[in-house]
């Protein structure tokens, strides 16, 4: 079973950059889609990009299109969520979750494995 920590994140200015990573354990990392969803203070979780198990397919909340790229090395078992262009209001902990199926999906309840969360704090 894989196992999920995620990194990266810290405080930025509006406008600036971020990129977090997902450490999977386990070796059976390549065979999961996985997911970034965030989450902010007095708000349920949404979700932000997904990817399949071979990186091949990505999809993106409209709110990020343009300025977020989620990308996958299954040879070192990281994801990764390149966030440019922050805004204040994209504070939040984001979270990264793996889903036993290698096709993704943008519905929380079909993750399996969910990471512990790296807070990200956008300044104005």
């Known amino acids: 079973q894989v196992q999920l920590v995620e990194s990266g994140g810290g405080l930025v200015q509006a406008g600036g950059s971020l990129r977090l990573s997902c450490a999977a354990s386990?070796?059976?990392?390549?065979?999961?889609?996985m997911g970034w969803f965030r989450q902010a203070p007095g708000k349920e979780r949404e979700f932000v990009a997904t990817?399949?198990?071979?990186?091949?397919?990505?999809y993106y909340a409209e709110s990020v299109k343009g300025r977020f790229t989620i990308s996958r090395d299954n040879t070192k078992n990281t994801l990764y969520l390149q966030m440019n262009s922050l805004k204040p209001e994209e504070t939040a902990v984001y979270y990264c979750?793996?889903?036993?199926?290698?096709?993704?999906?943008?519905?929380?309840?079909?993750?399996?494995?969910w990471g512990q969360g790296t807070q990200v704090t956008v300044s104005s």
């Open positions: 979750a793996a889903r036993s199926s290698g096709y993704f999906s943008t519905a929380i309840w079909d993750y399996d494995l």
């Open positions: 386990g070796r059976t990392f390549s065979r999961y889609a």
């Open positions: 990817i399949n198990w071979s990186g091949s397919n990505t």
